[in-house]
């Protein structure tokens, strides 16, 4: 719901600057500002307002986290507990992770993220009340990786 109310709200005060600017076409630079900040607001404001609204409203803390590395078999065991720190009670989460090369310098590190070598998601569709919290399993399989990795946990819930 909050979603599509920011998106109405982004979309009419596009519309709205855009009409401000055509009626204010013999002022160039000032219809061009309007312009340029209309699109602006078009492409920026569901962007910024998703990352708040879902930050805020459906915040998440993974405690407990637990990852280890199994020795007779190819495979890697994740375990941990989320908590519903948000405003609004859960119904499904969604537990992605992935492993990727350890980096050496900066540019890896901004880049080996991007490509990782396993990705593994699990859902969880049980309902979490606000402060309530879960546990989860995640099995990272078959892992043959065996320089340095780095493993990143995402949770998103709904």
């Known amino acids: 719901m909050y979603d599509y109310v920011l998106f109405g709200v982004s979309g009419a005060l596009f519309l709205v600057l855009l009409f401000l600017a055509i009626l204010l076409r013999n002022k160039v630079g000032l219809s061009l500002l309007l312009v340029l900040l209309s699109f602006i607001i078009f492409i920026a404001g569901p962007i910024a307002g998703y990352k708040y609204i879902h930050g805020s409203i459906y915040k998440t803390k993974i405690t407990e986290l637990k990852i ?45 993220p991007l490509k990782p070598f396993i990705k ?9 009340d606000i402060n309530d919290s879960i546990d989860f399993k995640l099995l990272l399989e078959p892992f043959t990786y065996s320089n340095e990795y780095n493993i990143s946990i995402k949770v998103d819930c709904i």
């Open 68 to 112: 280890k590395r199994l020795e007779f078999s190819q495979a890697v065991v994740i375990k941990g507990t989320i908590t519903n720190l948000g405003q609004e009670s859960f119904k499904k989460c969604t537990i992605s992770s992935s492993a990727y090369k350890g980096a050496s310098n900066f540019l890896e590190e901004l880049v080996f």
């Open 120 to 128: 593994r998601s699990i859902v969880k569709e049980e309902h979490i």
